[in-house]
């Protein structure tokens, strides 16, 4: 990682305006965004720890290559963002649009996303590591080789979307359905535990 060129440390935006800047190698720490404009900018190979987003624009922003810990993002706009190859420890993401957003090849641990609409995105090669799923829909989704292991999924329908070799691993599911018109070639799950209602 190089070193970062925009620092954004401990500190509290509220309806600021970023949108449509070049911050790529920022460094985002214990910070804090409300009612922030953060579209159209690029923040590539940036590192965000310990900070919160909330009520923000953040549609078409592109994180592609970036180090997240210990984030929330909380009813905000992600529509067409991009995370393509990005790691993810303790993320939540909470009740915020989320329509064409890419995450290609992004490992994601510890997440928590609760009340969110993945309406035609791009999670092809993605892993998720442990956490839950409350709520959710995935829709049109792209989740070719898509990898879900110890994760609790409450509520969550996928339809229409191509889980083409992609793996359920050691998953608790409630009320939970995976089979709506998806393409299922080669699917695997092993281990999950179902208690639908």
Same mark, same amino acid.
């Given at each position: 990682? !190089?070193?970062?060129?925009?620092?954004?440390?401990?500190?509290?935006?509220?309806?600021?305006?970023?949108?449509?800047?070049?911050?790529?190698?920022?460094?985002?720490?214990?910070?804090?965004?409300?009612?922030?404009?953060?579209?159209?900018?690029?923040?590539?190979? =940036?590192?965000?720890?310990?900070?919160?987003? !909330?009520?923000?624009?953040?549609?078409?922003?592109?994180?592609?290559?970036?180090?997240?810990?210990?984030?929330?993002?909380?009813?905000?706009?992600?529509?067409?963002?991009?995370?393509?190859?990005?790691?993810?420890?303790?993320?939540?993401?909470?009740? =915020?649009?989320?329509?064409?957003?890419?995450?290609?090849?992004?490992?994601?641990?510890?997440?928590?996303?609760?009340?969110?609409?993945?309406?035609?995105?791009?999670?092809?090669?993605?892993?998720?590591?442990?956490?839950?799923?409350?709520?959710?829909?995935?829709?049109?989704?792209?989740?070719?080789?898509?990898?879900?292991?110890?994760?609790?999924?409450?509520?969550?329908?996928?339809?229409?979307?191509?889980?083409?070799?992609?793996?359920?691993?050691?998953? !608790? !599911?409630?009320?939970?359905?995976?089979?709506?018109?998806?393409?299922?070639?080669?699917?695997?799950?092993?281990?999950?535990?179902?208690?639908?209602?």
């Amino acid at each position: 990682m !190089k070193k970062a060129k925009h620092i954004f440390d401990n500190k509290t935006l509220e309806n600021e305006n970023l949108s449509n800047q070049i911050l790529n190698f920022s460094l985002i720490n214990k910070s804090t965004f409300l009612n922030c404009k953060i579209n159209n900018t690029l923040f590539k190979e =940036s590192q965000v720890f310990e900070s919160h987003f !909330k009520d923000c624009d953040l549609s078409h922003i592109n994180f592609q290559s970036c180090t997240f810990k210990n984030v929330k993002f909380e009813n905000c706009n992600l529509n067409q963002s991009v995370f393509n190859s990005t790691n993810f420890e303790n993320l939540e993401i909470l009740d =915020s649009k989320c329509e064409k957003l890419q995450a290609r090849g992004t490992h994601f641990k510890e997440v928590t996303f609760i009340k969110n609409n993945f309406i035609k995105c791009d999670f092809n090669r993605s892993t998720f590591e442990s956490g839950k799923f409350d709520n959710l829909i995935f829709q049109d989704c792209k989740m070719f080789m898509f990898f879900c292991f110890k994760i609790f999924l409450n509520n969550v329908n996928i339809i229409n979307s191509n889980l083409t070799l992609a793996k359920i691993i050691n998953c !608790k !599911k409630i009320n939970t359905s995976l089979t709506k018109n998806n393409k299922m070639l080669c699917f695997f799950e092993k281990n999950d535990t179902r208690f639908d209602s």
